[in-house]
């Protein structure tokens, strides 16, 4: 027999392989399984109607808190907002719900309610709470979704898991968008929850707001701030806030904290203020820069505290206490910073700093020297997860996070008293 040569051999064999594709078709498909990011789209007519006042519900998904005389104010996110008798703290009294679609935010002066639904901006009067009158709306208010002529306002994407056969040459990476939804493979970790995360001295007739807050209430006029700008409205003339004044600030804006003539903005980059002596022409003085996190602020006299936490949202690995000298309010100056665990809202009474630890619960600092505050701990609220906090004169706390809403006794902070509890589902 005769032998053929190994590099003939060779050559063949290249030359078949190169002939295969112009006669053979690559049909090769993947299976895999993706969590699919569905557009969600709310046409105007479907929220632009009056405010239902409806009975009582659960607690499912809580979000930021208010205090109004003795009413309690509690979001549902993205649902509205649940109304408590809090005239006995040891006992709160749920009485009705207000069905707001794509609430998060809400103030509350002269018993007339502002909140957020959607783009707009709703008034609604409690002079009688249990019979709350829807009082106006002012359109297009707070445009932070974007809008499409047919489908309406972008207001979020659902996640849906799906199973897809992919196509190995149109499939080149962890992701790819079809008819306006975007697949997500669940193999490639934390690209999915990238997505979707991305995407108290006041007047008598004024309540109190978390540190969490993007709605405050100054000098009467509403501050509103979006993920850029800061929105002044006017409350005098009507119901419905008027719109009078849009102040440019920069990315990534978060919360607001109002104190004496001043509004101190926390934006994932730092801390801004802004002098508000003219209510309707907020002026920026300054700003402190911190690493980027996510900010909420709470200030006494001539200090600002500050925390700084990680997570999906705020794209960080920073956790800790920021303590802010702002006497000077043109050259605020870092006193010092103090690990923490992972700090969300935060609120100060007296000499007592308390700090929502997310599931750690609220720790409770001795603030006597702010210099060595985050060294001081001298109490805690544990057995739930905590997001903001509220500090009342009359010793009380209220606290918001997943589990539901938590009242306590802080007479003495280094045992706090739980008073009551209303929980989530």
């Not at 993706?34 to 709310?42: C, S």
């Not at 005389?69 to 006995?88: K, M, P």
């Not at 056969?165 to 306006?180: I, K, L, M, Q």
Request: glycine share 8%.
């Amino acid at each position: 027999m005769k032998t053929i040569p190994t590099f003939y051999y060779l050559i063949g064999l290249l030359s078949l392989a190169l002939a295969l594709p112009s006669c053979i078709k690559d049909t090769c498909e993947a299976t895999s399984t993706f969590q699919a990011y569905e557009p969600v789209y709310v046409k105007p007519a479907d929220f632009r109607h009056s405010i239902e006042f409806e009975a009582p519900k659960d607690l499912e998904n809580p979000g930021k808190i208010y205090v109004y005389q003795d009413i309690l104010l509690i979001n549902e996110r993205g649902a509205g907002i649940h109304l408590i008798d809090n005239s006995n703290p040891e006992a709160p009294q749920p009485f009705g719900f207000l069905n707001i679609p794509g609430n998060v935010d809400m103030a509350v002066r002269g018993n007339m309610i502002y909140a957020d639904n959607y783009v707009d901006l709703v008034a609604i009067d409690i002079t009688n709470p249990n019979s709350p009158v829807f009082a106006g709306r002012t359109e297009e208010a707070i445009p932070s979704h974007s809008f499409d002529e047919e489908q309406g306002y972008l207001v979020r994407y659902e996640k849906v898991p799906m199973t897809e056969e992919v196509d190995c040459d149109s499939y080149t990476g962890n992701s790819f968008w079809r008819d306006g939804t975007l697949f997500i493979d669940v193999a490639a970790g934390g690209v999915a929850q990238d997505f979707a995360n991305e995407s108290a001295g006041q007047a008598q007739d004024v309540g109190v707001g978390g540190s969490m807050a993007r709605f405050t209430l100054a000098q009467d006029h509403l501050y509103v701030v979006d993920e850029h700008r800061l929105h002044v409205f006017g409350l005098s003339a009507t119901p419905e806030p008027e719109k009078i004044n849009v102040v440019d600030i920069g990315w990534g804006i978060e919360t607001i904290f109002p104190y004496g003539d001043k509004l101190f903005i926390g934006a994932a980059d730092g801390m801004y203020i802004f002098d508000n002596s003219v209510p309707t022409a907020p002026e920026q003085l300054s700003v402190f820069r911190h690493a980027t996190a996510c900010d909420p602020v709470f200030v006494d006299g001539n200090i600002a505290y500050v925390t700084l936490r990680n997570g999906t949202e705020c794209e960080t690995f920073t956790n800790q206490l920021d303590v802010v000298d702002v006497t000077n309010l043109t050259d605020p100056v870092l006193i010092n910073s103090f690990s923490m665990h992972n700090p969300h809202g935060l609120s100060k009474l007296h000499n007592a700093l308390y700090i929502c630890e997310n599931e750690q619960g609220v720790k409770i600092f001795d603030a006597t020297d702010p210099a060595t505050v985050g060294n001081e701990q001298i109490g805690k609220m544990t057995g739930f997860q905590a997001y903001d906090i509220i500090t009342l004169q009359g010793h009380l706390a209220i606290v918001i996070g997943d589990n539901g809403l938590y009242q306590y006794d802080i007479s003495n902070p280094e045992a706090p008293r739980r008073l009551s509890n209303l929980l989530s589902l």
